[in-house]
């Protein structure tokens, strides 16, 4: 089994509307969480860390639920510029590698 | 430029030649680490330094990967005897350690083996 697994999508979506992305992970002994952006063949950049009590930055929301073993990432408002992959990464022990999962592909429709 | 930097930006080499990239990372940061991404996967754990340790190598490491941070500063991944399987981006990132604030990646460096 995967240490992370996510659904690779795509979701097409148009402008304005809410998407939601999911991912697993599974090592409960698992401590830190994020959401990576990665947009075409450029590298990876950290859109927002995932906290216990849940995180919003602006049209984001990031979730944690550690007894389901799972992160979310809610983006409202969609905008053109929000299509990107969307990468869940866990850290099993702060400081040492980062686990990816295969990415989440979002392309926002005009 | 205070991001991470790596060199080349691309790279084609024929197979069973030896290739090496270099990464310069965020200078204060402690902490680098190899990664490899190929189409469609999210990147794939290699290896990391603290400082010039190298304190851990995934199994994805064969022996015909070396990775050497000499000094504590910028890193180096040689790939002896590239195969076309070798063929990827290879992404370096560096974080501050004792923190949690996630890693920043350098630009990438992409194989093509031919």
């Known amino acids: 089994r995967k240490e992370v697994e996510q659904d690779p999508g795509p979701f097409n979506v148009p402008e304005g509307a809410t998407v939601a992305f999911n991912c697993t992970y599974s090592n409960s002994a698992s401590q830190s969480f994020f959401w990576y952006r990665q947009d075409c063949r450029k590298e990876p950049k950290l859109l927002m860390s995932v906290y216990s009590s849940g995180n919003e930055d602006g049209r984001f929301t990031a979730q944690l639920n550690r007894a389901s073993q799972y992160i979310s990432l809610l983006i409202r408002d969609s905008k053109l510029s929000d299509s990107a992959t969307y990468l869940c990464v866990v850290n099993m022990r702060t400081g040492n590698q980062f686990y990816f999962g295969t990415g989440t592909s979002l392309t926002v429709i005009p | 430029d205070t991001g991470v930097s790596q060199n080349p930006r691309h790279k084609i080499t024929k197979r069973g030649q030896n290739v090496t990239f270099r990464c310069d990372p965020i200078?204060?940061?402690?902490?680098l680490y190899w990664y490899r991404q190929t189409l469609g996967q999210g990147p794939e754990f290699l290896t990391y330094?603290?400082?010039?340790?190298?304190?851990?190598k995934s199994r994805l490491l064969s022996d015909r990967f070396s990775a050497e941070r000499p000094k504590g500063s910028f890193s180096t991944l040689e790939i002896q005897r590239t195969e076309q399987g070798d063929s990827a981006m290879y992404l370096c990132?560096?974080?501050?350690?004792?923190?949690?604030?996630?890693?920043?990646f350098g630009s990438g460096t992409r194989l093509t083996v031919v």
């Open positions: 990132a560096s974080s501050l350690w004792p923190g949690n604030y996630g890693y920043t």
């Open positions: 200078s204060e940061h402690n902490r």
């Open positions: 330094f603290q400082n010039e340790a190298q304190l851990e």
